[in-house]
């Protein structure tokens, strides 16, 4: 099954949220859905990096977006903005143009909604994420690579998960430490999501496939009735 069958993405606005593979989530379900005739156009409410070599607009011209999407089919949407990676990248920024404008022209509008400084696991500020208005649906990601290892290694904002849940940052990240934060967020209303990938989990099976269902059922205890999909972006797979 693909990406997008597994994760239900409907036409409209999709925002990706969290941490350890929502840029390549954004890509390969722009792949997928093309691949079975859809135009997608990929964009951001906050910061991303350009995706390779495909065109990038910023969306001040809509008919020449509506060509490109035409031509071919999938498009980067983004303003250049004064943020820069520590090797000096230029990262984009929003959209010239309203994400509902982006809508209005692309079948799937794919928007990257958060940042997490390449960590695998995130807790999330009270300005955070950022959801476009007229979201139809939002996925968060969150890296399987992290579980097992020290709060303060693999958690973007370790120290504000620490306060929050009362660990250690030497504390290990653990799948139910994870729901215990998710937890805090929703009822917080910091945080909503329709689905969750945990990405990086090895195909075989294993420790990570096991933190998975460990997850899934401390969501599930925790009140927060969500689906829960494996996989793998680097793999290509997700059961």
Same mark, same amino acid.
């Given at each position: 099954?693909?990406?997008?069958? %597994? /994760?239900?993405?409907?036409?409209?606005?999709?925002?990706?949220?969290?941490?350890?593979?929502? %840029?390549?989530?954004?890509?390969?379900?722009?792949?997928?859905?093309?691949?079975? *005739?859809?135009?997608?156009?990929?964009?951001?409410?906050?910061?991303?990096?350009?995706?390779?070599?495909?065109?990038?607009? $910023?969306?001040?011209?809509?008919?020449?977006?509506?060509?490109?999407?035409?031509?071919?089919?999938?498009?980067?949407?983004?303003?250049?903005?004064?943020?820069?990676?520590?090797?000096?990248?230029?990262?984009?920024?929003? @959209?010239?143009?309203?994400?509902?404008?982006?809508?209005?022209?692309?079948?799937?509008?794919?928007?990257?909604?958060?940042?997490?400084?390449?960590?695998?696991?995130?807790?999330? !500020?009270?300005?955070?994420?950022?959801?476009?208005?007229?979201?139809?649906?939002?996925?968060? +990601?969150?890296?399987?690579?992290?579980?097992?290892?020290?709060?303060?290694? +693999?958690?973007?904002?370790?120290?504000?998960?620490?306060?929050?849940?009362?660990?250690?940052?030497?504390?290990?990240?653990?799948?139910?430490?994870?729901?215990?934060?998710?937890?805090?967020?929703?009822?917080?209303?910091? /945080?909503?999501?329709?689905? #969750?990938? #945990?990405?990086?989990? $090895?195909?075989?099976?294993? @420790?990570? !496939?096991?933190?998975?269902?460990?997850? !899934?059922?401390? /969501?599930?205890?925790?009140?927060?009735?969500?689906? #829960?999909? !494996?996989?793998?972006? *680097?793999?290509?797979?997700?059961?």
């Amino acid at each position: 099954m693909k990406f997008y069958e %597994s /994760l239900r993405a409907v036409p409209g606005i999709t925002s990706v949220v969290g941490s350890g593979g929502k %840029s390549s989530l954004l890509e390969l379900l722009g792949h997928e859905l093309v691949e079975d *005739g859809a135009t997608v156009a990929l964009a951001t409410s906050t910061h991303f990096l350009p995706f390779g070599d495909m065109t990038r607009l $910023d969306g001040s011209d809509l008919n020449a977006l509506g060509g490109i999407l035409g031509r071919d089919r999938m498009v980067c949407v983004g303003s250049p903005s004064c943020e820069r990676t520590p090797q000096g990248q230029v990262k984009l920024g929003p @959209p010239s143009c309203g994400f509902g404008e982006l809508a209005g022209i692309a079948d799937y509008v794919l928007v990257e909604a958060d940042g997490s400084k390449r960590l695998p696991l995130k807790a999330h !500020a009270s300005w955070e994420p950022v959801i476009p208005e007229g979201n139809g649906q939002t996925v968060l +990601v969150l890296g399987a690579s992290g579980f097992g290892h020290p709060v303060e290694e +693999v958690v973007h904002r370790s120290d504000l998960l620490c306060q929050r849940l009362g660990c250690g940052l030497e504390d290990a990240a653990t799948p139910e430490l994870i729901a215990r934060e998710l937890a805090f967020e929703w009822r917080e209303g910091l /945080l909503t999501f329709d689905r #969750v990938l #945990v990405n990086q989990v $090895d195909e075989a099976g294993g @420790p990570t !496939a096991d933190a998975t269902r460990t997850l !899934a059922g401390a /969501l599930a205890r925790l009140d927060i009735d969500c689906p #829960v999909v !494996a996989g793998s972006l *680097g793999q290509g797979v997700c059961w």
